[in-house]
């Protein structure tokens, strides 16, 4: 593999990654802690799957993929923010169900084959050397990312309805005395993460693979977890953050290419054994991390009137 389909490759799979953790950053940015993204996932992976099987539309698919995670999300939303259930437990359960809901559901689609993909090629940029293969032979999906990573930028930083949700994240308390709503915010942030957790997904089973097999995101919704945290709750470290795990994945690739000998399984350790590192490493810094942190991430808010 050479250097410039390994960035490529990187940006690909960091694509998933970082779709996802953008979705839980906004989860978290209102103070609501959704451990469910793997299931809803792979429930989205499905769906996007058998809609493009039914259809032969990729837009579709990625549509499919949205709403199942939407929906996932929104009801794990009405859960934690009106019946008072724990974050925690409640999103362990969503990813629980979502993985056996998929796996139950996905049978039928096992053997399925999607249509024929097309190639991606950004006009004269995708022709130049090295840095066409690497940056400029993306699917849409790759730079849509990017887009959304500087749209959440502004948003949260540059405009009222940001501030506003931040605040919701940082003093609940404080936002129901100026008059807002806070559970009707918290619940279209984790609706809206959700959302970008089944894009993702949808991504996987028909881009990244494409193909539909049980348990197919394999972790990958647990890192965009741990990844939020690594980022510090900033969305361009979320996106940078998200490139270097993808290069992590796909090194293992890249170093049986060059015929290092090593342990496969060993190989396919590497995107965890990161992960674990990098959060030992940022948990040295407890103050740090507080300071970065929503206030409010985890805790219920019970309004008094």
Request: aromatic share 10%; proline share 4%.
């Amino acid at each position: 593999m050479s250097s410039a389909l390994l960035i490529a490759a990187a940006l690909d799979a960091g694509t998933i990654l970082a779709l996802a953790s953008l979705g839980l950053l906004i989860n978290e940015k209102a103070g609501i802690l959704n451990l469910g993204a793997e299931g809803m996932m792979l429930c989205a992976a499905l769906a996007g799957f058998a809609t493009v099987v039914h259809t032969g539309s990729a837009v579709a698919g990625f549509a499919a993929g949205m709403v199942v995670g939407g929906l996932l999300a929104g009801c794990f939303g009405v859960l934690v923010i009106w019946l008072g259930t724990n974050q925690y437990a409640t999103g362990l359960a969503l990813s629980l169900f979502g993985a056996g809901l998929s796996a139950f559901a996905g049978t039928a689609y096992v053997q399925e084959k999607l249509p024929e993909a097309l190639h991606f090629k950004v006009p004269f940029l995708g022709d130049l050397p090295f840095v066409g293969p690497a940056f400029f032979n993306q699917h849409p999906v790759v730079y849509l990312a990017i887009a959304i990573t500087l749209g959440l930028m502004f948003f949260l930083f540059r405009t009222r309805a940001g501030l506003v949700l931040r605040s919701v994240g940082e003093s609940p308390e404080s936002a129901h005395a100026l008059g807002y709503n806070v559970r009707l915010i918290r619940l279209g942030a984790v609706v809206a993460g959700g959302a970008l957790c089944g894009l993702a997904g949808a991504y996987v089973a028909t881009v990244y693979t494409p193909l539909w097999v049980e348990g197919m995101i394999a972790g990958k919704g647990w890192i965009a977890l741990a990844l939020t945290t690594f980022a510090t709750w900033r969305p361009m470290r979320v996106l940078l953050g998200a490139y270097l795990f993808g290069a992590v994945t796909m090194l293992q690739f890249h170093l049986q290419g060059m015929g290092v000998h090593i342990s496969s399984q060993f190989l396919n350790m590497l995107p965890y054994l990161a992960t674990i590192l990098v959060l030992v490493l940022i948990s040295r810094n407890p103050q740090w991390i507080r300071l970065n942190m929503p206030q409010s991430i985890g805790k219920p808010f019970h309004p008094s009137s």
